[in-house]
């Protein structure tokens, strides 16, 4: 008999039988006996297998260091729920990868703008007032032979005048110009179409150096309003609608179309009133409102 065979036969005879407890299966003690490992659940412990997926929902593997870095790297990139601190805040981009709180308007019925001047590029603002018309001026027509409006602002699409209660001399035109044009000059060229309330009834106006020839009127109680379309753009023609008339007489009730000449963008208008004497605007207000 060999040594090797002596020990053998030695050690089998010291091992009476294995028992495996969790996380060891197996055992026995006779034959040949197993032992193994259990697999590892969320119920019992045992051996489970390493993954890198960041996106599986397997309940019988472990992450390894490298897909938790890479959890942490998503969860670090990620916007974090505290930068808002109240019902309707806005998180908006102040830069390239960069975020910022836009708090919600402090006034209701705020609309949210663009606005470059600001850090997010955005600003609550009041919404634009009810009809898309504002009041630019109110003049009184208190002054005499004529009214000027000057500095009209850029930012709308048309004009819109019109009188309140104005009064002035009998039987008299009231022209309107634009800009640099005076009463009676040349350069002032206005062609167009107006309807009468006299008896001539409707009838085509030809040029007229005067002006906008937009009323013929009487007395007290008088009302005129016109609308000037694309009076902000340079070089192109501009064309005017308007009229008005005596509230107690149909003979001075006018309307008209025109095109004036004029093709500078219009920064002034010039009421001009064709009776004699310095108190030919003897009462009432002008309005001027800007439309867009």
């Known amino acids: 008999m060999t040594k090797a065979r002596t020990l053998a036969d030695n050690f089998a005879a010291d091992i009476n039988g294995i028992t495996a407890s969790s996380p060891l299966t197996g055992g026995g003690t006779t034959g040949t006996v197993t032992v193994g490992v259990q697999a590892g659940t969320t119920a019992q412990s045992g051996a489970v297998q390493l993954t890198d997926s960041t996106a599986s929902t397997s309940t019988a593997t472990a992450a390894t260091p490298n897909s938790v870095k890479s959890a942490y790297d998503l969860a670090n990139g990620a916007i974090a729920k505290s930068i808002v601190d109240a019902k309707g805040d806005l998180i908006v981009a102040t830069g390239s990868d960069t975020v910022s709180r836009l708090a919600v308007a402090s006034t209701a019925g705020y609309l949210l703008s663009v606005d470059s001047a600001e850090a997010t590029g955005l600003k609550w603002a009041a919404p634009a007032a009810a009809g898309g018309m504002t009041l630019i001026s109110s003049t009184s027509m208190s002054t005499g032979a004529s009214i000027s409006l000057t500095s009209i602002p850029q930012t709308y699409k048309s004009l819109y005048f019109v009188t ?98 004029n093709t500078a963008a219009i920064t002034s208008i010039l009421f001009t009133h064709s009776g004699s004497g310095s108190s030919r605007f003897q009462g009432g207000t002008l309005y001027l409102y800007g439309i867009g």
């Open 164 to 261: 309140s209660t104005m009064s002035n001399q009998n039987a008299a035109e009231i022209y309107v110009t634009f800009n640099t044009e005076t009463f009676g000059g040349a350069s002032a060229t206005y062609i167009g179409m107006e309807w009468n309330g006299s008896s001539a009834g409707n009838y085509g106006q030809s040029t007229d150096a005067n002006g906008w020839n937009l009323i013929s009127v009487r007395g007290t109680n008088n009302i005129m309003w016109g609308i000037i379309n694309n009076y902000t753009q340079a070089s192109t023609i501009k064309t005017c609608y308007g009229g008005g008339g005596t509230i107690t007489s149909q003979v001075t009730s006018r309307l008209s179309a025109n095109i004036t000449g």
